[in-house]
């Protein structure tokens, strides 16, 4: 029985290209929407497929994902403001109405109830999604593009404070730690130096850690 012939994806998974992808996305500072992926496992699932496709070397489901994440946490913002239906004008300029579990990504990036400040990314996410509909293939830059506006949307819509991260106990000098990590640190893949209170500057490193999936 013969055996069935993949074609190769000379650029899908290698150490290389992995590392190369991971490193665009310290560079950008995508911010981990921690709010939006402890709402519910399936957002926590999607968002993270998204980074591991873009990372993996699949710019196309990492779009559709990413911009699949937005759908899900505009819908839910909406809906814990207690907003049932929503209003939008058709592409001939008609206004029309939705009720909100009926609504796509469309209707929630033109309804007059969009609470996102600014319109032009939702538009220009709305234009790369397009590209679900066409031959043309996505390139890595315009997934990495709708990771990074998607993620800047949920954490707008989102936000969370000051997270806090527990060393017990500290290898230095026996206590517990509680160390605090600002937003804009959490972003993926970054480095964080844990440091010990009771010990001098010289000698209080007590290991790192890494904002992961």
Do not use: W
């Not at 926590?44 to 998204?50: D, F, G, I, N, V």
């Not at 026996?174 to 000698?203: A, V």
């Amino acid at each position: 029985m013969a055996g069935i012939s993949f074609p190769t994806v000379p650029n899908l998974v290698t150490v290389d290209n992995y590392s190369n992808r991971l490193n665009m996305l310290i560079q950008i500072k995508v911010v981990y929407p921690y709010s939006f992926s402890n709402i519910k496992g399936e957002f926590k699932l999607l968002y993270s497929e998204a980074i591991h496709s873009f990372l993996y070397g699949c710019p196309d489901a990492a779009l559709s994902l990413a911009v699949r994440c937005l759908e899900q946490g505009l819908k839910h913002y909406l809906n814990i403001s207690n907003i049932k239906e929503i209003h939008y004008k058709d592409k001939n300029g008609n206004k029309k109405s939705i009720r909100l579990i009926h609504a796509k990504l469309f209707h929630l990036i033109q309804c007059d109830e969009n609470p996102v400040k600014d319109k032009d990314i939702l538009q220009y996410l709305k234009s790369l999604r397009n590209y679900t509909h066409e031959e043309k293939l996505v390139e890595d830059f315009h997934a990495l593009e709708a990771i990074k506006h998607v993620t800047d949307v949920l954490n707008e819509l989102l936000s969370f404070e000051t997270l806090t991260i527990t060393v017990e106990p500290c290898r230095l000098c026996g206590q517990n730690h509680s160390i605090n990590i600002e937003p804009k640190d959490y972003f993926i893949g970054n480095r964080i130096k844990l440091k010990c209170p009771n010990r001098s500057e010289y000698f209080n490193n007590i290991g790192e850690f890494i904002v992961d999936l």
